[in-house]
Nanobody, 123 residues
C-alpha cells in the first residue's frame, strides 16, 4: 500500500522556521519525484517545491525561492521541506505528493498524496 505521511507542521511566528517531513512507503522511492504543495482557505493549490529522486533536480516556486529548501534521505524514504523566514502568507495546509521520475508543477500529474499538515504563521 502506497503511503505518504506528512509531519512537522505547527504554529510559528513570522520570521521563524519549520521543517516538514514526508515519509514514503509502498513504492520504489528512487523512481519518483516528491513535490510539496500548499493550499490556503479560499485559494488555489500551489506547488512550492519538488525534488526528483532520479536525478536530484529541484524546483521552487518564486514565492518560496531562497527561503525554502527541499532535500531527500534515501535511507529513510523521506523528503524534507526546510522553511525559513516564514511569512503570514505561507499559512496553509501543506501536502506532499509523488509522481514517476520527474517534477511537475501541476498537482494533477501526481499519483499519490498525503493527508497534509497545517502550517500557521502569525504576524
Amino acid at each position: 500500500e502506497v503511503q505518504l505521511v506528512e509531519s512537522g507542521g505547527g504554529l510559528v511566528q513570522a520570521g521563524g522556521s519549520l521543517r516538514l517531513s514526508c515519509a514514503a512507503s509502498g513504492f520504489t522511492f528512487d523512481d519518483y519525484a516528491i513535490g510539496w504543495f500548499r493550499q490556503a482557505p479560499g485559494k488555489e493549490r500551489e506547488g512550492v517545491a519538488c525534488i526528483s529522486r532520479v536525478d536530484g533536480s529541484t524546483y521552487y516556486s518564486d514565492s518560496v525561492k531562497g527561503r525554502f529548501s527541499i532535500t531527500g534521505d534515501n535511507a529513510k524514504n523521506t523528503v524534507y521541506l526546510q522553511m525559513n523566514s516564514l511569512k503570514p502568507e505561507d499559512t496553509a495546509a501543506y501536502y506532499c505528493a509523488a509522481r514517476r521520475y520527474y517534477c511537475s508543477g501541476s498537482g494533477g500529474r501526481y499519483d499519490y498524496w498525503g493527508q497534509g499538515t497545517q502550517v500557521t504563521v502569525s504576524s
